[in-house]
């Protein structure tokens, strides 16, 4: 099976070759390296051809985003050979070159595709001598983002499909199979037939980047992924079981796009941490023994590990007993593919250390780290590669033995069988189908091909064959799940009757074949099926075991139908689970249909899923909010516990676009959910009401009032409201914390010379002084003054100081600001592009002066390398109990941005599992250096506005009508869509640059410890 990966970018080839990395394997296997330089010396991902060849992508030099984004052709596919059977590739030869960033490699009926961003390459070679002389575009995305997730692939699926992956949330606008137009930012996995006609929808997320994928034994589709939620206590990657119309994490914008099935995602199946997963397969031999059967078998790169996932069957998906299979110390090592070769054997391909592109490890070239191919066996074992016996048969042979291959238990001879059965005249195939179905009992895992094997034949009389046989029951287990999966795959109509009877042996494979052949008559049986499901639950509940897929495979297939009326008596359904999947189908379905008298009732329901569903229905129709005034009036004037007041704050938030309820919320605005609702509604525009009602609170609940006033969007605080918060900034009684943040909740005030003294002298002591000056309208003096105090000021101040300064373009105030960028300190922490944009607005004479500072900044850059040898061989040894002490502490700040475990904020990446991915060296150079290299998802963008403003930050909401950055660990910025002139990658890091002269040496070497010791 083909073979995908997190793309990579190659550095520098010029370097001594390392040692190869020491590999550890369970007790009875061994492993060997079997292909490396010079045959390849970067391999990615591969695939075996029907001789046993194997097709690799082996990428190039030293190239960056630009060069990927460009489209560069620059990388190759490289086709090996064992000529002597030794169980070493000894022979190479180039099939393809001049590609653009190849992401995925597999063969198929004589040629290889290869995914090269933005599109899918079919690469033939016509004249046998081993080189594709034939280059077509399979499949074009028309996105590229250049940081290597945009596409994945593509895959065989067991069905005859090609499928592949969309990642990187660039916009794209498809024409599917059925002639519909599909626009989409989020993250899928895709299929057509091998046309390239019939293009489907499987799934949606919104991952980062979708990878690979493996196929069960009933055509149940496994993908790995990364970024599969926000990164928290630990967890980030994984495996999920994808099923159509399911929408997965992370819980973003891209995906309120698609029509859910639930208020929940659909659940993660193996959480992976930080593991960047790219290649998986399905391990489909006994060579391993029986515990590694239908094992998924998963690479992950940061992790430096291969490993196993054991699938057990858990209600309708799966749940997994997880082992690690190959594993090293050796942080060069990264395993990128795994592959399953015709002798049992499993071959694990590795990368090598040199990818560096959209990845936050250390960015100095190590180019001597090549990579190489390695051969895992059970000592003794995997001696004979069936796939080079050649044997020259004649026409009447060739079908006997055909079918011979296909019951060897052998997948790479049963995938040639099914391509020489595919060949032979359909009713001869046919016939000779349907009698080894009924002559012999395959094992379990050939059930399901069987199944497949008679829908790639394709023809009506290979179909009816599927279909007499599941009423037969020729079928079972695997393939009969297969079976219906095939039937639904053509919408077969007279399949329906057939499939209704048949449900209990595979209900989730039969609802998903009833939603796709899309007969009105299948949804009293769905309704049914729903109300079963309800049973079966209460069973699985107390076993921890979850249903959900078989809950929203039943609900799409209802959505699929789209018959509103028929689905509508559901409603009266005395069963929760009934009237929980009814509210949702109806709603996707048709929700200008649907009434609040069907919804509402159930707000109160006694069962959770009907309840949540529900209210997340409600709150997708902000004008019933008017008859949820009285509900929400009475719940605040109750006594409620810390849940339910957090409960009731997200759902009044929600309806806050309502006017009834934006006056509720005036009118208890003592009350801090109240406020905490206001400030969580992410209005465009501050109801007129709010502003009144929270100058008259202030003085009873300051510290809430104030939080909800800078929370929300408005230019200018009415004069009630700004007077309100003058009067407790100038308080001297109050907390000087507090009085700080009524000062920064005033935007584009003038500051009177008593208050800007005030903010001055807290910088570095109080996290809202920085906020107070960058907020208002400083004078020319002031900034000049405040130019004089980068130098003493921390990184975190230093960082939210400077846009200050874009609001003057005086002369004096330029040169100070030159001055105190130049100092050495200064310097050290900042970078040319990120004071540029502020610099180049003043007069020539700061220009001139610029220039100079420029060209410094520019010449240290390079002098990075030096300075990170030199800090390293100066560093002590780390305490791990210190460094704890140190990322906590107001000095490095670390614990506002950063969260370990359940402590810390949320605005940086999760470091909880930071040491098992990066190295001592890796981490001094993440707080020394920021802006060389961003995590995804918390990469830096660079707004600029209409209006002539400018920002940078990161993404917390890319949406239609108006994007959110958060430009601080406190700190957003909402931007109208309509006034954004360009939005664009940005260079510069929001985790301040200057930690290096912030932390004493040995401070640091302390950090490092403990963040090494956070696995």
Not at 464 to 486: P, V, W
Not at 743 to 761: E, G, N, V
């Amino acid at each position: 099976m083909a073979r995908t990966v997190l793309a990579l970018i190659a550095l520098s080839l010029a370097a001594p070759v390392f040692a190869d990395p020491p590999l550890k394997v369970p007790a009875g296997f061994t492993i060997t390296k079997v292909a490396g330089p010079p045959l390849v010396k970067f391999p990615v991902i591969g695939d075996f051809d029907d001789k046993g060849r194997l097709y690799v992508i082996d990428m190039a030099g030293p190239i960056n985003r630009e060069d990927v984004a460009a489209s560069k052709p620059l990388h190759r596919i490289v086709r090996l050979e064992d000529t002597d059977g030794d169980g070493t590739f000894d022979k190479a030869v180039t099939f393809a070159d001049k590609l653009p960033f190849p992401e995925g490699c597999m063969y198929l009926a004589g040629s290889v595709y290869t995914a090269c961003p933005p599109q899918i390459l079919k690469l033939t070679d016509t004249d046998g001598d081993g080189i594709a002389d034939k280059r077509e575009v399979w499949f074009d995305g028309k996105t590229l983002t250049g940081c290597a997730n945009d596409l994945h692939g593509p895959y065989r699926g067991p069905d005859g499909y090609i499928y592949w992956t969309k990642g990187a949330f660039a916009k794209q606008e498809l024409t599917l199979g059925n002639g519909e137009k599909f626009t989409t930012r989020a993250s899928h996995v895709f299929r057509a037939k091998p046309d390239g006609s019939g293009l489907e929808v499987v799934m949606t997320g919104g991952m980062d980047n979708p990878v690979g994928l493996a196929f069960t034994a009933s055509g149940d589709l496994i993908v790995s992924n990364t970024f599969l939620q926000h990164p928290a206590d630990g967890k980030r990657d994984g495996l999920i079981h994808a099923i159509p119309g399911g929408v997965w994490g992370k819980d973003h914008d891209p995906i309120y796009e698609h029509p859910w099935t639930s208020p929940k995602l659909m659940p993660v199946m193996t959480h992976l941490g930080p593991a960047a997963p790219t290649g998986i397969c399905r391990y489909e031999m006994r060579d391993f023994g029986d515990e590694y059967l239908d094992n998924i078998f998963c690479a992950q790169f940061n992790l430096r590990k291969v490993s196993s996932h054991q699938l057990v069957p858990t209600g309708s998906t799966y749940r997994t007993i997880d082992r690690d299979f190959v594993t090293s110390d050796d942080p060069d090592f990264h395993p990128t593919d795994v592959i399953p070769d015709a002798d049992g054997s499993l071959l694990i391909i590795d990368t090598g250390g040199w990818y560096k592109l959209c990845c936050p490890s250390s960015q100095l070239v190590k180019a001597e780290a090549l990579g190489g191919i390695y051969r895992v066996k059970m000592k003794g074992e995997h001696d004979q590669n069936p796939l080079r016996t050649e044997q020259k048969l004649d026409r009447k042979s060739e079908l006997t033995l055909a079918l011979k291959a296909f019951r060897s238990g052998i997948p790479a001879l049963r995938e040639r069988a099914i391509a020489e059965l595919a060949r032979r005249k359909p009713a001869d195939v046919v016939d000779a189908l349907d009698l080894m179905a009924n002559s012999y009992t395959p094992i379990w895992s050939e059930e399901g091909m069987l199944a497949y094997a008679f829908l790639r034949v394709g023809t009506p009389e290979a179909v009816t064959a599927i279909r007499t046989g599941l009423e037969g029951h020729t079928f079972s287990g695997d393939g009969y799940a297969a079976a219906c999966r095939s039937l639904g795959l053509v919408r077969d109509p007279k399949a329906v009757d057939v499939l209704i009877k048949r449900t209990n042996d595979a209900p989730r494979a039969v609802a998903e074949a009833l939603g796709r052949i899309g007969s009105k008559k299948a949804v009293p049986h769905l309704l049914y099926m729903l109300g079963r499901v309800d049973e079966r639950l209460k069973e699985r509940e107390q076993r921890g075991e979850n249903d959900q897929h078989l809950d929203h495979t039943i609900v799409y297939a209802l959505i699929e139908i789209g018959d509103y009326d028929t689905t509508a008596e559901g409603l009266k359904s005395k069963t929760a689970r009934v009237l929980r999947g009814v509210l949702a189908a109806l709603q996707a379905i048709d929700a200008k249909r649907l009434k609040s008298a069907d919804v509402l009732p159930h707000l109160s329901s006694a069962d959770a899923d009907l309840r949540e569903t529900a209210w997340w229905i409600a709150a997708k129709h902000t004008d019933w909010g008017s008859e949820l005034v009285g509900h929400f009036r009475e719940k605040l004037a109750a006594k409620l516990s810390d849940a339910e007041r957090e409960d009731l704050t997200s759902r009044l938030a929600k309806f806050a676009k309502n006017e009834a309820m934006q006056k509720l919320l005036a009118d208890t605005a003592a009350n801090p959910i109240s406020l905490r609702a206001m400030a969580r509604a992410n209005l465009k525009a501050t109801p007129e009401s709010w502003p009144t009602a929270l100058a008259a609170g202030m003085k009873a609940n300051p510290a809430d009032t104030i939080a909800t006033v800078r929370a929300l969007s408005m230019k200018r605080p009415p004069t009630e409201l700004a007077d309100a918060l003058r009067l407790i900034g100038a308080d001297a009684k109050l907390p000087s914390g507090l009085r700080l943040t009524a000062l920064a909740a005033l935007p584009d005030q003038a500051l009177t010379p008593d208050d800007f003294d005030f903010a001055r002298s807290l910088l570095g002591v109080e996290s809202a002084a920085a906020d107070v000056i960058l907020r208002s309208n400083l004078s020319a003096p002031q900034l000049a003054k405040l130019a004089t105090m980068l130098n003493t000021a921390g990184p975190v101040e230093r960082a939210k100081l400077l846009p200050a300064f874009t609001k003057s373009t005086d002369e004096t105030v330029g040169l100070a600001l030159v001055a105190a960028l130049n100092q050495p300190k200064v310097r050290a922490a900042i970078r040319s592009e990120q004071v540029r944009p502020i610099l180049d607005k003043y007069p020539a004479a700061v220009k001139a002066e610029a220039a100079k500072l420029y060209a410094v900044l520019d010449a240290e850059i390079l002098k990075q390398r030096e300075k990170l040898e030199a800090l390293v061989k100066e560093l002590p040894p780390g305490d791990v109990q210190r460094g704890h002490k140190v990322f906590n502490s107001p000095k490095a700040a670390c614990a506002t941005c950063h969260t370990i475990g359940y402590v810390g904020g949320k605005t940086g990446p999760d470091l909880t599992r930071i040491g098992s991915i990066r190295t001592e060296r890796d981490l001094l150079e993440s707080i020394v250096f920021p802006s060389l290299s961003f995590v995804r998802s918390y990469e830096p963008v660079s707004v600029n506005t209409l209006d002539g403003k400018q920002f940078s930050g990161i993404l917390k909401k890319d949406a239609p009508d108006e994007v959110i950055l958060v430009t601080a660990a406190d700190k957003e910025e909402r931007i109208a869509r309509d006034n954004i002139e360009s939005l664009k990658p940005g260079t510069v890091s929001i985790m301040p640059a200057g930690l290096d002269q912030q932390l004493s040496k040995q401070d640091l070497a302390d950090l490092v410890a403990f963040l090494r010791a956070s696995k």
